[in-house]
């Protein structure tokens, strides 16, 4: 069932658009905005609400890759493992954090704190290299930063 | 020197508001345009401009334009669409613009509506763009508020409501036809051309589709004029160029210049060279998609017909530098997995041929690779070439592998030799 405030969230999309189908991409981000990640029920309850197929709004979900149909943790680390970043060191990066964290990518921690992935160029290439951690940007990364900006998460 | 773009934008202060912008005459184009100029002088004056596409094809824009017939069949409606998903390894100019200044792309955006007579436009936003929503969504709102966006803009009867759109991931989305799909709420898979979006775009209806650095340009060319605007460049393209360099260099960055500057000045003058201990060994000049340019380069000017004579494309103009510290085939098989994983899978040339040739290059990096191989990597570069594919991912996605051979071929045979990557510790084995 998607809550009043989804519902409300995903009509106020709806009217940007000719006809709802269209905003099968913002209905499924508020969701997954509200609770982490897309599960099949919110599929199927996302598809009746704008007129769809499960099916349909499945192969939309699977498409984007920033919508998440496995559960993610707390906090999702987005760590950019594109050219300039990867002249600049990001492997080392990587290390270090799926050293501290014990998992790699696409894996999350056994407390739920964190979930680790990779990410294609993230526009910052002068300040490589760079991550994301939920909507926050870091960049300039060094070995010494990264347990700074991880504590900031919980 | 005038520095039209980025003259408002300093990034250690938030972006001038509605009120500070007009006041510095930035929407000075838009009163032009809609008070004094039909919308067939815009057309012209952007034609004559020979504004030619910022966002890497160089597509003339006002040609673009002027392609939207004048009245729209269906719903009537006619939109225009800000292309603001840069996504391409090493691009980064549009972020600039968008956060340093987002009023600039708004006023860019109210006039090239006018001109195809729009009634609804679009910013496609990359989803990661978190910072350039927030300033996006505080410009929009005040832009309404101050009528120049809503019902009958200052007076003229003309109403146009713009929305912001954020993605939710994938590359593919910046190219037009994809990003029209995703903008309908569908898979972001291209499709066929033609028709051609100016004839039927978004929900099937005329529709412009802008990269953001040229939408940002419209507003200071209809108030400047395109004589102002030709004398900008140094060749004959106009205008300035927003270019950026990352890699080892001393000064990675961004700076608008004369479009036409040489790369060395570019290399040399503003990135301040490469780092103590790096050697330049090639260029990638405008994004991940785009051909090698090497030392003996350097005197290109870079402007689109300067960096296409050298044999690759000037593209956005955000260009990545290729030490010799870096293995060039651990660096193009960077760029190729990010082509494979971001291919759509419509189309079977680019959806099985680019892991297959991620896979190859995986070969020579673990001492697997055979000397044939060489031979199925050019072959890879002509099956996967312009015309054998349904849009251009794979295609630019060979780019940098069949320039890569051309100019890197002895590093890739003493992989084959030395049964392994000669560079160690460089790379993402880990994916």
Redesign the interface.
């Given at each position: 069932m998607l809550t009043n405030a989804e519902k409300e969230e995903i009509h106020k999309e709806i009217t940007?658009?000719?006809y709802a189908?269209?905003?099968?991409?913002?209905a499924?981000?508020i969701v997954q905005q509200h609770r982490g990640w897309i599960s099949d029920e919110a599929v199927g309850d996302i598809a009746s609400e704008l007129g769809m197929s499960p099916e349909e709004v499945d192969?939309?979900a699977t498409?984007?890759?920033?919508?998440y149909r496995k559960p993610t943790g707390r906090n999702v680390i987005?760590i950019c493992?594109?050219?300039?970043c990867?002249?600049?060191g990001?492997?080392s990066v990587?290390k270090q954090i799926?050293e501290k964290l014990s998992i790699?990518?696409g894996q999350t921690t056994p407390d739920g704190r964190f979930t680790l992935l990779?990410?294609?160029?993230?526009?910052?290439?002068?300040?490589?290299p760079a991550l994301?951690i939920n909507?926050?940007?870091y960049h300039d990364l060094s070995l010494t930063s990264i347990d700074d900006i991880l504590q900031k998460y919980q | 020197m005038e520095y039209p773009l980025t003259r408002y934008i300093d990034p250690e202060r938030p972006p001038l508001d509605f009120k500070e912008y007009e006041k510095a005459g930035g929407y000075n184009g838009v009163y032009k345009a809609l008070k004094e100029m039909s919308p067939d002088d815009i057309i012209s004056r952007v034609k004559n401009s020979n504004l030619l596409g910022r966002g890497g094809a160089g597509f003339p824009t006002g040609l673009k334009w002027s392609l939207v017939p004048k009245a729209a069949g269906g719903s009537g409606i006619k939109y225009v669409v800000a292309n603001a998903d840069e996504m391409e390894p090493g691009a980064f100019k549009d972020r600039y613009l968008l956060e340093g200044n987002p009023h600039q792309l708004i006023a860019g955006m109210i006039i090239a509506s006018f001109s195809i007579q729009a009634q609804k436009a679009y910013i496609f936003l990359r989803w990661a763009y978190k910072k350039a929503e927030r300033e996006l969504r505080k410009a929009i709102s005040e832009a309404y508020q101050a009528g120049v966006l809503g019902n009958n803009i200052l007076g003229t009867g003309y109403n146009l409501d713009l929305y912001l759109h954020t993605s939710a991931g994938r590359y593919i989305c910046g190219e037009e036809t994809a990003l029209i799909n995703a903008l309908e709420g569908k898979r972001g898979i291209p499709r066929s051309k033609p028709p051609f979006p100016s004839a039927s775009g978004l929900f099937g209806q005329p529709t412009v589709i802008n990269n953001v650095e040229t939408l940002c340009w419209i507003p200071h060319i209809i108030e400047k004029g395109t004589d102002w605007f030709k004398n900008l460049s140094i060749t004959g393209e106009g205008g300035t160029k927003i270019y950026g360099v990352s890699g080892r260099v001393k000064k990675p960055g961004l700076w608008e210049l004369p479009m036409g500057i040489t790369l060395r000045e570019i290399l040399n003058d503003y990135a301040g060279g490469m780092q103590e201990g790096y050697k330049l060994r090639g260029i990638i000049p405008g994004g991940g998609s785009t051909d090698f340019m090497t030392g003996e380069h350097l005197d290109a000017p870079m402007d689109f017909a300067g960096v296409k004579a050298t044999g690759s494309r000037l593209g956005t103009g955000t260009m990545i530098i290729l030490d010799d510290r870096t293995c060039p085939v651990a660096f193009i098989k960077n760029l190729i997995r990010f082509f494979s994983a971001e291919s759509c899978g419509w189309c079977t040339p680019c959806r099985e041929g680019l892991p297959w040739t991620d896979k190859l290059l995986q070969s020579f990096e673990e001492g697997r690779a055979k000397p044939d191989y060489m031979n199925i990597l050019t072959f890879q570069t002509k099956y996967m070439g312009p015309g054998n594919t349904f849009c251009a991912h794979a295609p630019g996605a060979m780019e940098p592998l069949q320039s890569g051979l051309k100019y890197f071929g002895d590093d890739f045979m003493r992989h084959i030799n030395e049964k392994g990557c000669p560079w160690r510790n460089h790379e993402n084995t880990h994916r």
């Open positions: 940007l658009y000719p189908q269209a905003a099968c991409i913002d499924l981000k192969s939309i498409f984007y890759t920033r919508i987005l493992d594109s050219v300039s990867m002249v600049m990001y492997e990587y799926s790699g990518l990779p990410i294609s160029c993230l526009g910052d290439c002068d300040h490589a994301m909507d926050d940007l | -």
